[in-house]
């Protein structure tokens, strides 16, 4: 596949609408295969990053007013902190990043595009240093690094949304089935019920990314073995997983993918590790 973004027109929309086979057309025409050089991998992505950040940033507003936001200032500092320093060893510091922890036991947290980030205070106890929280914000932040909303998007957009989309580009509003769809494939076990998981692949890929990062900011990424030890742990004998499992990989499995790629990455955090 070469790289390509390929535009969206309303003639395009129009002279498809025509088609008995519009979602395959649709998808084919519209796809545009991208090259991310962070994945090392090129993905089929068909739907704008404009168009994605701005529902994203309606459906965050959502998630502001549904949920609490934590007044802990000390442990809101340290999300923040390690926020940035995390977004500084990505390589994102183009997007406007937001970081708030939500009043919520549950152990979770979430990342939607344009870099909003969501940790539920229930999480905080399962970590026991902050390269540990490093640990799962390099996972989040992951998740924008690879793209993964956007390709989900897509996918779910060449199965079922074509029709959806051409409407919304025709006519610049979005349909009730636009919104299912698009709502379905923005983000990750947000909890207020509108919003599925990544695929098991991107999981494995968001804490790829995160392990990387993590040692860039001078985190020892053996830390994130820690961390989901302690998951794993309060996961045991749970009829339902917790819902930061849910539809994840198998946790012996995403363990052992972890650690296995911790040991070439420990001479990147010992050259960045603070004195």
Known sequence: MTTSTTAITRRRFHSLAGGSALGAAASALLGGCQHN??????QVIVIPDSVLVAMSSNTWSQIRRRMSVSRDSAAN??????????VDASGQTDVDWEFALLENRVPNAFVLPGGKVAFHTGILPMMANEAQMAAVMGHEIGHVVGRHAAERLSQQLAVQGS???????????????????VFAALGAGVSVGFLLPYSRKHEYEADQLGLRSMAAAGYDPRDAGGFWRAMIKANAGRSRPLEFFSTHPADDKRLAAIEEQVPALLPVYEQKRPA
Not at 37 to 42: A, F, I, K
Not at 163 to 181: D, H, I, K, T
Request: glycine residues 8%; hydrophobic residues 45%; proline residues 6%.
């Open 77 to 86: 500092a340290v999300l923040r902190r390690v926020g940035t320093r995390m």
């Open 37 to 42: 050089p962070n994945l090392g991998r090129d």
């Open 163 to 181: 029709l959806a989309l051409a409407s919304y580009f025709a006519s610049g509003e979005m349909n009730p089935r636009m919104r299912q769809v």
